[in-house]
């Protein structure tokens, strides 16, 4: 079991107050991400979770019963930190039965369930390094094997892939997502990259200056956003937006559309404007359109490759059942 | 950074390198090689420098005629003991300071800072009265307390350079891990800083062995370590300089050997962490 | 960063270091400025009475504080002076590329090891001796006359014994911060075209810049403390030609016993101290935050 419940849970460091009211709940078995842009409060909210700091006011609860004063050993909660903190003094072994001599478990229930983290991991050929000796990915999977045999209520990682390089995270995020549907324990995951976000999470909770900006599953917040934050931060290239007499046509002060729901033609269309910058992908390709009058920069995604030159003039048209429409107060109008 | 040099330039730079060095070097191993000479040897004019008859007399004759082996024991208990202790008091101190930073932990970690300028000599009356009249006067327990107390503050402060370069993080997995605050400093912190704690226990042997101003001023025949040993051959003039020789080789070997090992340490534990 | 109950146990790690501390600084020298107060001679019994200022009027205007106040100031400035300026010059020359540089930076050290009462014995008979000591030797071979060191020119020869001392101290320091000097930046400069001695001079100088203030702020601090060095060689003579500050208070109140005098004497080298350790310690507080 797995399930944590915030209530009125408020952070204040000195005077600054980081984490003002929030209300959470997080289900058993859910992979909740949290995400926002550095300084948003997403790490301390983790940390809050884990007891590794005190909550200034509110409640936390684990499976219904109060954690809020209980130190992090009796939260039953694994982690993984974005170093790693792995325990250089000690060997992968060592490592991995550490929270089980916690625990006080026998020697060979220690000796079981390390061998078995091991086995999952592809870790059995290290068991008796230490951490120094092995590379990223591997430190990553120790930590990982630390956090899993003592099969706690939930693991809570900590930005854990953002030192490795881009080819590994992408193999680690397929890992942590196989773990999680074979395990089914609660996991909450903080990132700042959304693509993190939407590929793995149940349940996304975007974070601004330490509010809750919107909760929802990936789909839901890409599709339906809340608010002008929440449709620029979720998604890759970002939203266009686009303010004055465009937006004021269809009722709103700001319409924003995705590159994606944008179709191109060199002769006709609702938008003028001159190609600028364009990014080959060869799967996509990515035009930065310049001197449409509605925003200073326009991007366009189009499926596949595109010969389009730098000073081209273009037509754009957007697929009006895809514009996103928000008030004056970045509110999105339903 | 590689740098590129001629061989020609290399060999000069090092031949200037070696000769000052040697010079520097030099009152130490004329110290050396005067005690192993006869006292006539020792202050014959023109000088003896290697090719005199190597005898270990002085040695014998220093050990036979004073303590020499109380005062080293002196030396020993009131520097490591002094270290130890200093240890115990400041390990649990920089833990806190390192791990658990609060507004007040610089001004804290300042203010024991300037304890340790206070000049000696604006407590020595107090302290030589307290002395006298506790019995302390000419014990090592006595000198074990001053000395802790001198260098509390640069133990304090090493330890902390050292705890400061490990990561936090390590530690709250130890807490996520399950671990109490005993656990966490008995399995995680204390095998993690033990390279740390060693370089601290080092310095702190070397500065308390030679310390010359508390061991001169609150010892006697008894509790008297080596510094004040040494400063009773001050006297006499003439024919004793091998046997003075001697008596010195013995006092300074041990730490400077103990010292070659610690240059790193040294710069780091006498500038308070500013220069490493 | 932490919760309340490691803040607890933070709290009460950090206490007995901060109590001793705290008695050590409070209990003596409270009672050394009580004493400064008094009319207290140890060979004199009776009743201590009260007489103000006296004891620090009379110190103060003591010609033999004027000499040791000189002698401080002469010694400290005379050995910060050799150990700088030698330290790095040393260090300059011990960060090139040398065969056996490992050896001759042990050479180089050592002399730091050795405990103030053996090198000042050492100097004082081997060397400083006129009849016996080798460098009576060095000037009859070179048919001069041989110079007693140590009674015409005491103080001199006590600055260089204490510089031999402290000069492998400031050499270690600054070729540590010679050695910590990015590379990185070297090659940029030399890439934007500055030549070896612009590269010293807008680089190198700058980064010792620092090493150099904290080499002379904590040798001053030891250096106003010389004692061992004095007491073994010239016992502060011949007359106070040799005796700074901290022997004038030790002979004042270990050898005439004069509690007063000697704690007047006493608090007047602590403001002097403490002097120095302000700047000191802004020195160090601003690497704190860095």
Redesign the interface.
């Known amino acids: 079991m797995g399930q944590i419940t915030l209530s009125k849970v408020t952070k204040k460091f000195g005077e600054v107050e980081v984490i003002p009211p929030l209300d959470l709940e997080i289900n058993d078995g859910e992979f909740a991400v949290f995400v926002g842009p550095s300084g948003c409060g997403k790490s301390t909210l983790l940390r809050l979770i884990a007891g590794l700091e005190d909550v200034t006011s509110g409640t936390i609860a684990i499976d219904g019963t109060d954690a809020t004063g209980l130190v992090p050993a009796k939260r039953r909660l694994a982690m993984v930190f974005q170093s790693y903190a792995l325990y250089p003094h000690m060997s992968v072994r060592k490592n991995i039965a550490f929270p089980l001599k916690m625990a006080k478990f026998d020697q060979a229930e220690i000796d079981r369930r390390v061998e078995a983290a091991a086995k999952v991991l592809n870790l059995g050929d290290y068991l008796d390094r230490r951490p120094g000796q092995l590379s990223g990915g591997q430190r990553q999977r120790v930590a990982i094997g630390r956090a899993i045999v003592r099969e706690p209520a939930a693991f809570l990682f900590d930005e854990p892939l953002s030192n490795l390089d881009a080819a590994l995270r992408v193999g680690m995020r397929l890992e942590i997502s196989e773990l999680h549907n074979r395990l089914a324990t609660t996991m909450i995951y903080v990132t700042h990259d959304q693509v993190e976000a939407m590929t793995m999470a149940d349940k996304i909770v975007v974070l601004q200056a330490g509010r809750i900006e919107q909760v929802g599953a990936p789909l839901e917040l890409y599709e339906r956003p809340r608010n002008l934050f929440v449709a620029g931060f979720i998604g890759s290239p970002k939203m266009n937006f686009i303010t004055g007499a465009e937006a004021a046509r269809l009722g709103a002060h700001t319409i924003g559309i995705r590159p994606e729901h944008i179709s191109i033609s060199p002769s006709e269309g609702a938008w003028k404007g001159t190609v600028g910058v364009s990014e080959h992908l060869g799967s996509d390709t990515f035009f930065h359109v310049m001197g449409t009058g509605l925003a200073e920069s326009m991007t366009v995604r189009t499926s596949g490759e595109v010969s389009l030159r730098h000073g081209d003039t273009i037509f754009l048209t957007p697929q009006e059942d895809k514009i996103h429409r928000f008030d004056a107060d970045g509110m999105r109008i339903a | 950074m590689a740098r590129r040099v001629s061989t020609r330039r290399r060999v000069i730079v090092t031949a200037i390198a070696w000769a000052v060095a040697f010079l520097i070097f030099f009152p130490i191993l004329w110290t050396f090689l005067t005690s192993f000479k006869t006292e006539g040897e020792a202050v014959a004019t023109p000088p003896h420098f290697l090719f005199f008859n190597w005898t270990l007399e002085n040695y014998i004759e220093v050990n036979e005629r004073s303590d020499y082996f109380l005062h080293f024991m002196n030396s020993v208990v009131i520097s490591v003991g002094s270290t130890v202790l200093g240890l115990i008091i400041a390990i649990p101190a920089a833990w806190s300071m390192a791990f658990v930073p609060g507004k007040r932990t610089k001004d804290v970690l300042m203010w024991m800072l300037s304890t340790k300028m206070l000049p000696p000599v604006g407590v020595l009356i107090p302290i030589f009265l307290l002395f006298k009249n506790t019995g302390l006067m000419d014990t090592r327990t006595g000198l074990v307390i001053i000395l802790t107390l001198i260098d509390l503050p640069i133990i304090v402060w090493m330890l902390y350079t050292y705890f400061k370069e490990i990561p936090g993080e390590i530690l709250e997995a130890a807490r996520m891990d399950g671990a109490g605050l005993r656990e966490e400093v008995i399995h995680i912190l204390t095998p993690m800083a033990i390279p740390g704690i060693a370089s601290t226990l080092l310095l702190n042997v070397i500065l308390a062995w030679n310390e010359a101003f508390w061991t001169l001023n609150l010892t006697a025949a008894n509790a008297a370590p080596l510094t004040a040993f040494i400063a009773s051959y001050s006297s006499p003039e003439g024919l004793f300089y091998a046997k003075l020789s001697a008596a010195s080789m013995m006092a300074i070997a041990p730490i400077l050997i103990l010292g070659w090992f610690s240059q790193k340490q040294l710069v780091r534990g006498l500038t308070f962490g500013a220069v490493k | 960063?932490?919760?309340?109950?490691?803040?607890a146990?933070?709290?009460?790690?950090?206490s007995?270091?901060?109590l001793?501390?705290l008695g050590?600084?409070i209990?003596?020298?409270s009672?050394?400025i009580y004493?400064s107060f008094l009319n207290y001679n140890l060979l004199m019994p009776g009743a201590h009475n009260f007489i103000g200022f006296d004891n620090y009027k009379y110190f103060l205007t003591d010609p033999a504080f004027t000499t040791a106040l000189i002698n401080t100031l002469v010694l400290v400035g005379g050995v910060l002076l050799i150990t700088t300026v030698g330290g790095t010059l040393?260090a300059l020359?011990?960060d090139?590329?040398?065969?056996?540089?490992g050896?001759?930076?042990?050479?180089?050290?050592?002399?730091?090891?050795?405990?103030?009462?053996?090198?000042?014995?050492?100097?004082?008979?081997?060397?400083m001796n006129p009849v016996?000591g080798?460098f009576g030797?060095i000037a009859?071979?070179l048919g001069l006359p041989p110079f007693d060191f140590l009674a015409h020119a005491p103080l001199f020869s006590v600055i260089m014994i204490v510089a031999?001392q402290w000069?492998?101290?400031s050499t270690?320091?600054l070729l540590?911060?010679l050695q910590?000097l990015d590379?990185e930046q070297?090659?940029a400069a030399e890439m934007d075209g500055a030549g070896a001695i612009s590269r010293f001079v807008y680089i190198t100088v700058p980064h010792l810049a620092?090493?150099t203030t904290?080499v002379i702020l904590?040798q001053t601090?030891f250096l106003?403390?010389v004692?061992?060095e004095i007491?073994?060689?010239t016992n502060g003579g011949p007359g106070t030609a040799s005796t700074n500050?901290?022997y004038l208070?030790?002979a004042q109140?270990?050898l005439q016993f004069d509690?007063g005098g000697?704690?007047a004497?006493?608090?007047i080298?602590?403001i002097l101290?403490?002097i120095?350790?302000i700047f000191?310690?802004r020195?160090?507080?601003k690497?704190?935050d860095a």
């Open positions: 960063m932490a919760t309340k109950h490691s803040r146990a933070s709290r009460l790690m950090i007995p270091a901060v001793l501390l050590w600084m209990v003596p020298l009672m050394t004493f040393l020359l011990l090139q590329p040398i065969w056996g540089q050896i001759v930076r042990v050479l180089v050290i050592a002399p730091f090891f050795v405990m103030p009462t053996v090198s000042a014995l050492v100097w004082k008979n081997m060397f016996n080798l030797w009859t071979s031999w000069l492998p101290f270690l320091i540590t911060a910590s590379s070297m090659e620092r090493a904290v904590i601090i106003l403390s004692f061992a007491l073994v060689t500050l901290t208070v030790y109140s270990l509690v000697g704690s004497g006493g608090i080298a602590v101290a403490n120095v350790a000191l310690m020195m160090i507080g690497n704190l």
